[in-house]
T-cell receptor, first 113, second 113 residues
Framework: SQTIHQWPATLVQPVGSPLSLECTVE??????LYWYRQAAGRGLQLLFY??????ISSEVPQNLSASRPQDRQFILSSKKLLLSDSGFYLC????????????FGNGTRLTVT | AQTVTQSQPEMSVQEAETVTLSCTYD???????LFWYKQPPSRQMILVIR??????QNATENRFSVNFQKAAKSFSLKISDSQLGDAAMYFC??????????FGTGTSLTVIP
């Protein structure tokens, strides 16, 4: 069955520092992959999604970027973090075929100080 | 982008009673999918229920059921016989064409013993 791994679980970074969050998926091939951000007390904001290697769609212009170097690897990056980048970051992928519900990783709690 | 609106930031219910969480969405599509997710304090996202727009019958999963009104673009979640473990943040989500999933801002449900 599909498993989504995210790391690190918790991260505290100073303003202006770089960021790299990694997500890997097991148990499936060529999955659609998603990055969401959940700010404190708010809903899930879709940041990026990918339908294949090297294919990234951005939903919200910002100082974050995403890459998909391998079929089951999805990376969220930033060159210089802002205070507003603090939040809970979730990686997700449909569990099953087309139009299946999203299955989520355990998330990364990022605090920018 | 599609929009999903949850107009109730917070709700409370007495244990063993019934509560209904509201969700409306905006779309010009006729075939899409709707979901309710639960996010307990652990922040793990858990699928509660799923509804296909082409199905007129409302989905049901044990104590959870939906009232899907396609013309009104409304998708409410009813929790019967509420339990303490139902306390969580609940998110309504919309999916079209298998790629983009959009979430509402969430409703925080408190269950009063």
């Amino acid at each position: 069955s599909q498993t989504i791994h995210q790391w690190p679980a918790t991260l505290v970074q100073p303003v202006g520092s770089p960021l790299s969050l990694e997500c890997t998926v097991e148990g499936t091939s060529n999955p659609n992959l998603y990055w969401y951000r959940q700010a404190a007390g708010r809903g899930l904001q879709l940041l990026f999604y990918s339908v294949g290697i090297g294919q990234i769609s951005s939903e919200v212009p910002q100082n974050l970027s995403a890459s998909r170097p391998q079929d089951r690897q999805f990376i969220l990056s930033s060159k210089k973090l802002l205070l507003s980048d603090s939040g809970f970051y979730l990686c997700a992928s449909p569990k099953g075929g087309y139009n299946s519900p999203l299955h989520f990783g355990n998330g990364t709690r990022l605090t920018v100080t | 982008a599609q929009t999903v609106t949850q107009s109730q930031p917070e709700m409370s219910v007495q244990e063993a009673e019934t509560v209904t969480l509201s969700c409306t969405y905006d779309t010009s599509e006729s075939d899409y999918y709707l979901f309710w997710y639960k996010q307990p304090p652990s922040r793990q996202m858990i699928l509660v229920i799923r509804q296909e727009a082409y199905k007129q019958q409302n989905a049901t999963e044990n104590r959870f059921s939906v009232n899907f009104q396609k013309a009104a673009k409304s998708f409410s979640l009813k929790i019967s016989d509420s339990q303490l473990g139902d306390a969580a943040m609940y998110f309504c989500a919309y999916n079209y064409a298998g790629n983009q999933f959009y979430f509402g801002t969430g409703t925080s449900l408190t269950v009063i013993p």
